[in-house]
């Protein structure tokens, strides 16, 4: 750094007595114009040689810059009229021409232009006249169509070789969504798919659309630009089911590292209403008719009325500790059944399924489930129905079971009823009766009722009544009481044995 | 089913009616009863040591009940024994007249206190026909219900 300094100090010369001299004084003023000579010169005469420091200060008032040399004013940056122009050629060759012109491309030069037109496929770009470099997407991929819409500001970075696009790819964004999605192109349960550009990998999270080509008829697969078949599942990890996908459904996948899980709605999802539980080891396997005890979910069994309390059927286990119920409707992915058969809820084994309807006292007739196919099938959760016993005669000799049901057979073992009973005319004619072999006319006034069933002794109570208009009543005879038989009198005021118009007998106790 | 037999001890005729089929059915141990098991039944209410016993046909009519305990047995048919006929009817003739003596008898005690010999007279000779038709009719061969019956008129009198 230089700085200027005169060379005399004409007082202190006066003082030292030293006189005006000619050579001081051209020493001095040639010492001025090597001073004047080091600044720079307003009018431009005079250019730094060497950086100039602006010690925090700078430059106002600056114009334009035109050349690739000269300084761009922040108004020219706002503008960025160095990088960006309007296209002047058209479709697939784009041209722009800069101001101030590049001499050549350089790697991570950014430029951006408006098109004119679309473009219809690759396309390239010319800046200034320099030779057209292709434009490309995601790194190396040649443009497609409409990838580039009229009007869209088009911006580019040149990465050496080709100036590779940054800008949103209109087409494939927006509307072709070939990205992401692909027509199936393979057979029944083996999916294909060609996504452009195409995927390197196979990525957790990573979605893709299929449109499905043929309906599946059981697990099926997708295979995406040939990077490997993955298994589809549904619910997490069910494999799917006939008919869960049907051809031309547009279908969506998301892979989770091991498969792609189907996330759309699928053929059979909408015939039935599930719950996805989370209860801490849970233990249960597809399949299992599940209660709710007030706390937790247990396995239902039709061997009384708590326990066949069954609300749904475990569809899927998702894990230890969570799983998937089917309150009613479609379910797959089950084993054993058949076609055709109703199943109730199992009397013996809890989360069972049986095809034979409990009988057994204190069960549950519960029908759940309709078989459509060896693994599947509907759940139907009907109201479950007692299984009541017959009370035999002991029950209806004790008369104090609550939990069985009176037969006709039976009914008449209750102490309360009537063991038999006989209405008879004048000569012992049955006309009618329960529980009497026959009658007996031994005379005048005198018959004998046998009874069909014995008492168990003779302490067994019996009434008589006789029809009549006379003075007549009935008796039964104490000396030929018996245990199957019962003798009645009817006996005028004379007294003597006389005929009724009928008789009647009833009988109660034990037999 | 209807079976008519003889009672040993007094000879007497007895009459087993059984209940129906269809009533017997009504029982739980009948469920499924057959007609063979239907009449050894009734045949089981028939005592071991009954004389004569034969199941009588239905139409036969035993609704005449006014000499029942004279019943006696024909074959399956049912006739009256006229002897037991005629001994009912003189215990119904005895019974009958015992009041109507007894009656009598206060009358003519009356009238020996009286001292009315004609009124005597007169109820000693009612006394006597009524014990005459008494001991007519035990000297009765009986030929029908209706001979014994017309043989003694104080009992269609009373």
């Known amino acids: 750094m230089s700085w200027f300094s005169r060379l005399r100090n004409w007082q202190t010369d006066q003082a030292n007595g030293i006189g005006i001299r000619a050579d001081y004084h051209d020493s001095e003023d040639d010492n001025f114009a090597s001073g004047i000579n080091l600044a720079i010169n307003v009018a431009g005469g005079n250019v730094p040689t060497a950086n100039l420091p602006m010690g925090g200060f700078k430059h106002t008032g600056a114009a334009d810059g035109s050349a690739r040399t000269d300084y761009a004013t922040l108004g020219q940056v706002q503008v960025a009229a160095s990088s960006y122009a309007v296209d002047s050629v058209g479709a697939d060759a784009y041209a722009i021409t800069l101001a101030p012109a590049i001499a050549a491309y350089t790697t991570g030069q950014v430029f951006r232009f408006y098109p004119a037109t679309a473009n219809t496929g690759a396309a390239t770009l010319a800046v200034n006249g320099l030779a057209a470099k292709s434009i490309k997407k ?3 991929v040649d443009l497609s169509d409409n990838d580039i819409k009229i009007g869209q500001i088009v911006e580019v970075v040149y990465d050496g070789t080709n100036m590779q696009m940054l800008s949103p790819l209109y087409g494939v964004v927006t509307q072709n969504g070939a990205a992401t999605f692909g027509a199936d192109a393979g057979a029944s349960d083996s999916y294909a798919v060609t996504l452009s550009p195409a995927p390197a990998v196979y990525v957790t999270g990573m979605s893709i659309y299929v449109k499905i080509n043929t309906a599946n008829t059981g697990a099926a697969t997708i295979n995406c630009n040939s990077l490997g078949a993955k298994t589809i599942k549904k619910r997490y990890n069910s494999d799917l089911a006939t ?22 709605v699928y053929g059979s999802v909408g015939d039935n209403i599930n719950s996805t539980i989370t209860q801490a080891a849970h233990g249960f396997v597809a399949g299992d008719i599940l209660r709710f005890n007030g706390t937790i979910y247990v396995k239902a069994q039709a061997d009384s009325a708590a326990n066949a309390q069954a609300i749904g ?15 009613s409707g479609k379910v797959t992915g089950l084993v054993g059944l058949t076609a055709g058969v109703v199943y109730f809820l199992s009397p013996l084994t809890a989360g069972l399924l049986t095809s034979t309807e409990p009988t057994g006292a204190s069960q549950i007739s519960k029908l759940l489930f309709i078989a459509d196919s060896t693994t599947s099938g509907y759940f139907i959760n009907s109201r479950g129905r007692p299984i ?18 009176v037969s006709p057979a039976v009914q008449q073992s209750h102490p309360s009823s009537p ?27 005198e018959i004998n009722v046998n009874w069909d069933v014995d008492f168990s002794s003779t302490n067994y109570a019996v009434g008589v009544t006789v029809k009549t208009d006379n003075a007549y009543f009935g008796r ?36 | 089913m209807r079976i008519a037999y003889t009672r040993p001890e007094d000879g007497r005729v007895l009459v087993v009616d059984g209940a129906s089929i ?20 009734i045949w089981a ?71 009315n010999n004609g009124e005597q007279a007169s109820i000693m000779a009612k006394k006597d026909r009524l014990r005459n038709d008494v001991n007519a009719l035990k000297a009765l061969v009986p030929q029908s219900i209706e001979q014994i019956k017309a043989a003694t008129p104080i009992l269609g009198g009373i």
Request: net charge negative; charged share 20%.
């Open chain 2, 45 to 115: 209410d028939v005592p071991d040591d009954a004389i004569s016993p034969v199941e009588i046909p239905e139409s036969l009519d035993l609704t005449y009940r006014e000499f029942r305990n004279a019943w006696k047995q024909d074959g399956n048919n049912i006739t009256h024994d006229l002897e037991k006929v005629k001994d009912i009817q003189i215990e119904r003739t005895e019974s009958a007249l015992k009041p109507i003596m007894q009656a009598l008898s206060e009358n003519l005690l009356e009238a020996i206190i009286s001292g």
């Open chain 1, 419 to 445: 063991k038999g009973w006989v209405f008879a005319n004048a000569s012992g004619g049955i006309q009618s009766s329960y529980n009497v072999t026959s009658v007996t006319d031994v005379g005048t006034g």
């Open chain 2, 22 to 41: 269809p009533a017997l059915k009504k029982n739980p141990k009948n469920e499924f009863l057959t007609d063979d098991e239907y009449k050894n039944l």
């Open chain 1, 388 to 405: 009541l016993s017959a009370a035999s005669q002991s029950d209806q000799e004790t008369g104090t079971s609550t939990i069985v049901y």
């Open chain 1, 243 to 264: 008919g869960d996908l049907i051809a031309n459904q547009i279908i969506n996948l998301v892979y989770d590292g091991t498969n792609f899980q189907l996330t759309s």
């Open chain 1, 138 to 140: 995601h790194k190396d």
């Open chain 1, 476 to 511: 039964v005879a104490d000396a030929a009481f018996a245990a199957g038989l019962t003798k009645g009198y009817c006996t005028s005021l004379a007294p003597a044995l006389a005929d009724p118009s009928s008789w009647s007998f009833f009988a109660f106790g034990d037999q």
């Open chain 1, 313 to 327: 059927i475990v569809s899927a286990v998702v894990d230890v500790d969570n799983f998937t119920i089917t309150l």
